[in-house]
């Protein structure tokens, strides 16, 4: 395993982080258990989930599931970097269970801790924006839950980089530490986050985690898992809808990827892991196979021939890079 500090700070993590959400539903508590066992065996430190994962349960079901494999071996705590989120409704009638507000922070916290089983947050991520909430009032509930030993850091999820910039101008005139990370949605499909994201990050030194490196397994060889029937995830949601607007595309990109003897999802994954300032790309498997798959790109540096290719296919926006740049001739 590769580890890097998360951004700024002196916290480090493992290049691969294990996504949770697809614990309760679609993987088992007992195979979950299996999972993190695995992952943790094969130097991911790295774990994270949100509040409302599990809602094909029920909300916190996720969490829930983490914190009874905790209790199963306490001296893991001091290994894993645990990672939830809050700001997403936990109800369907509650006027105050989401949002950023100062008393859904804390009380999410403290209720995210309980079905964790344990006495501190690594990184409370906010899982979305809230408008209505000005940045005082969310960085002094922040600063509580840190002062008070509950959170050790904090970071965004699905921010513009206007907001990140936004953010850590209010936390810096509370002489707060601030954002350390970003989570955000990156792959070779999706490259918006080139132009602003990124770089507004990079700037102020959040660590960058990327959630759907693969983009939903469009990226991880989904016309032939389609032709074998072995398509699951890849089958359904995002990169269905992608793959009827992109089937050409992803065709040439899977031929791409035989030429040069590597696999699509390996390849898929090490271009996302390869991108300047990315700290961890966010995994979600529900195999040990999967996550042997996904560590198989940290041994993997794609050559130039297959990054030009690459770009061919999914070209970047106007010339490539952070904005306005990439548009001036």
């Not at 507000?101 to 995210?112: G, Y």
């Not at 904090?154 to 850590?168: L, R």
């Not at 005139?173 to 990079?202: C, D, K, W």
């Amino acid at each position: 395993m590769i580890y890097t500090q998360l951004g700024r700070t002196g916290l480090r993590v493992s290049r691969l982080a294990l996504g949770t959400v697809n614990i309760g539903g679609r993987v088992e508590e007992p195979e979950a258990h299996r999972l993190m066992d695995h992952a943790l065996q094969r130097g991911i430190n790295l774990v994270d989930t949100a509040n409302t994962y599990g809602w094909r349960v029920h909300k916190g079901h996720t969490e829930e599931v983490i914190g009874r494999w905790l209790a199963k071996n306490p001296a893991r705590r001091d290994e894993v970097v645990l990672a939830t989120k809050v700001g997403d409704p936990m109800s369907d009638h509650g006027l105050n269970d989401h949002g950023l507000s100062a008393r859904n922070i804390v009380a999410s916290c403290e209720a995210s801790l309980r079905r964790l089983g344990t006495d501190w947050i690594d990184l409370y991520q906010m899982h979305h924006l809230d408008r209505t909430v000005g940045w005082d009032e969310v960085w002094q509930a922040m600063d509580l839950l840190v002062t008070q030993g509950k959170v050790r850091y904090v970071g965004s999820s699905n921010f513009a980089g206007w907001d990140i910039a936004t953010a850590q101008a209010a936390a810096q005139r509370r002489n707060s530490l601030g954002l350390v990370s970003e989570q955000f949605v990156y792959n070779l499909v999706t490259r918006y986050t080139e132009l602003e994201v990124i770089p507004a990050a990079q700037a102020h030194g959040l660590g960058l985690l990327v959630w759907s490196p693969l983009h939903g397994g469009l990226l991880g060889g989904v016309l032939r898992k389609l032709a074998t029937n072995s398509a699951v995830k890849s089958a359904q949601g995002r990169a269905l809808e992608a793959l009827d607007a992109q089937r050409d595309t992803i065709e040439a990109y899977e031929k791409l990827c035989a030429e040069h003897g590597l696999d699509p999802a390996v390849v898929g994954m090490a271009w996302t892991l390869s991108r300047p300032g990315v700290t961890a790309a966010v995994i979600g498997p529900r195999t040990e196979q999967h996550i042997d798959g996904a560590l198989e790109a940290l041994d993997h540096t794609l050559p130039a021939s297959l990054l030009a290719g690459l770009d061919r296919l999914f070209p970047p926006i106007g010339k490539g890079g952070p904005a306005p740049d990439c548009w001036l001739s």
